[in-house]
């Protein structure tokens, strides 16, 4: 029996983070986005309303029309999804079920998941708190750079 070796070199959970996010200062989230689709980038909110036309879309269709794949589905097949901005949703019952289904079927699986926020894990919806909890946490600290940017706009 012969070992499998990576070629991939380990990495730290630091570094991978720092990584990540010199990807995107240089190339920005969206090539990230469409890096050999693998990953699927999202703000929470863009997501929620894919979700929506998608529904929309299944709804009206007639039988037997093709329909794309739903993100969620989308989302499940990717090897690492991004989702920005979580939080800034406003929490229909249906929002947090879509959601909550993309965490936990990723969450089962062991799938790579980034979730950006600017709340605390108490301030989440319970099921999604808690298995991204469970998960490792970078805190970003900083000033609010939407205030920043505005306030630079006004000078």
Known sequence: MTKSKSLAPAVTEEQFTQQLID??????????????GLVKFWYVTGFLDEMRDWYQLKQHSTPGEPIPTSPLEWAKRVDLVILDDLGAQRDTEWAVERLDDLVEYRYVRAKCTVITTNLNLEQLPPRISSRISGGVKVLLEGPDMRAFLAKQRKV
């Open 23 to 36: 990807l995107a200062r240089v190339f920005g989230w969206h090539w990230i986005d469409n890096a050999m």
